[in-house]
């Protein structure tokens, strides 16, 4: 076993990790705060609106905690084939920035995409759009200008097309 299976087994654990805590805020958070049913309903109904997505829910909670069993034994072997083997002890080599950006990009993305539902939510599709677009394309390390002016194109042309031919007003 070399340090490389046990690296994977421990990323394998976090997702698993993760998953579980997305599955357990649907099921606590999500589904009850955004699926709205009256109380007769609930009392007198054997299935309401959040039935299913329940059912789903569960189906995945059922998958997740199996995929949190089958990785945590994953990562246990792996350690102690690790351990027995001495590739624990070795330090591993300082990541350049260049490494450290890499790892954090896909994070950062993630929070500006997050931002920019929030903000189209609270402040309107134009203004979070002005702002998400030049914050991505900086980020992923887009240069040239006509990059830009295309995106901005076509998200100009998003908005034409809800606003005049689907006549949907955009927040």
């Known amino acids: ?35 709205k049913v009256p109380a007769a309903a609930l009392r007198d109904d054997s299935f309401t ?21 089958k990785a945590i034994i994953a990562f ?6 690790a351990a027995k083997s001495g590739c624990l002890r070795e330090k591993a080599p300082r990541k350049t920035l260049h490494e450290i950006i890499a790892l954090v990009m896909p994070w950062l993305v993630y929070i500006l995409v997050v931002l920019y539902g929030i903000g189209i939510n609270r402040i309107g599709f134009v203004i979070p759009t002005l702002c998400m677009i030049p914050a ?32 949907v007003q955009l927040p």
């Open 1 to 35: 076993m070399t340090k490389t299976a046990y690296k994977k087994a421990r990323e394998d654990l976090l997702v698993m990790l993760v998953c579980t805590l997305l599955v357990a805020a649907l099921l606590f958070y999500v589904i009850p705060t955004l699926i």
């Open 49 to 69: 609106p959040r039935t299913f997505p329940y059912f789903l829910g569960i189906v995945m909670a059922i998958c997740v905690v199996i995929g949190d069993c």
């Open 76 to 81: 246990v072997h792996a350690r102690q084939e």
């Open 136 to 167: 991505v394309l900086m980020l992923i390390g887009c240069r040239k200008w006509q990059y830009y002016l295309y995106v901005y194109i076509f998200a100009a042309a998003m908005w034409a097309i809800f606003r005049f031919v689907l006549h």
